[in-house]
């Protein structure tokens, strides 16, 4: 079965220290990867995706993500947060041949000052 | 260029009666899904409209029905409502080949 996991709820980091999201998969052929971000209230916003290709792939905001195959895992990083960076961070992957979306249950990055 | 939108942002309704979310999609896209997202979870897909059909239904009731326009937008209908039916919905909207999804802000239906 499809799925994603996204094995941390939370994570708390300082400002202008380091990130790494974890993202793994399960999924039957290859994967559409993608990442994306939601604040308080608001919609999802893409930050990046991987469809083929050079497996590190650069996002907006500063965020890059990296896919290993031998993993099935598909990681977020980025180097140095800000305070607005706080929000919850979804992995997906698909669409398949069935067009849907499989969700991760996203991760809450609390920015500590 | 307006991105998705969706009304209304938010919604209450008591249980048993019936709503319609609405969702205009990006500019050029012609291809509109629906999901999902209770409270602390990721989105859970719903369905999925093109050329005005049905292309696509996740493990939802056929309480949930949907709609889409000669012009792309759509409606989402779920009738008989229950608490758990409470939760952000989203609209994403896609262009051809549908591989990259864009969201709306969402509706907030709250069932009392």
């Known amino acids: 079965a499809q799925s994603v996991t996204q094995p941390d709820i939370h994570i708390t980091v300082s400002e202008g220290a380091s990130l790494e999201l974890r993202c793994n998969y399960s999924y039957g052929a290859t994967p559409y990867l993608f990442w994306y971000v939601q604040s308080p209230g608001q919609g999802l916003q893409l930050l990046l995706k991987y469809f083929s290709g050079d497996t590190l792939v650069q996002g907006i905001k500063g965020f890059e993500a990296e896919f290993k195959r031998s993993q099935s895992s598909f990681n977020l990083r980025k180097p140095s947060v800000h305070w607005s960076d706080a929000a919850e961070y979804f992995c997906a992957v698909g669409p398949g041949s069935n067009y849907q979306l499989i969700w991760g249950a996203g991760t809450k990055l609390i920015i500590k000052p | 260029d307006a991105g998705v939108t969706q009304s209304p942002t938010h919604l209450i309704k008591t249980r048993g009666q019936q709503v319609t979310l609405r969702c205009s999609p990006k500019s050029g896209h012609d291809t509109v899904s629906w999901y999902q997202q209770a409270l602390g979870q990721g989105p859970q897909f719903i369905f999925q409209y093109y050329e005005e059909e049905e292309r696509q239904r996740g493990n939802f009731p056929d309480r949930f029905s949907g709609h889409q326009f000669p012009n792309y937008s759509s409606e989402l209908n779920v009738n008989a409502l229950l608490l758990g039916d409470s939760a952000l919905y989203l609209c994403?909207?896609?262009?051809?080949?549908?591989?990259?999804?864009?969201f709306g802000p969402g509706t907030r239906l709250t069932v009392l």
């Open positions: 994403a909207s896609s262009g051809e080949g549908g591989l990259v999804q864009f």
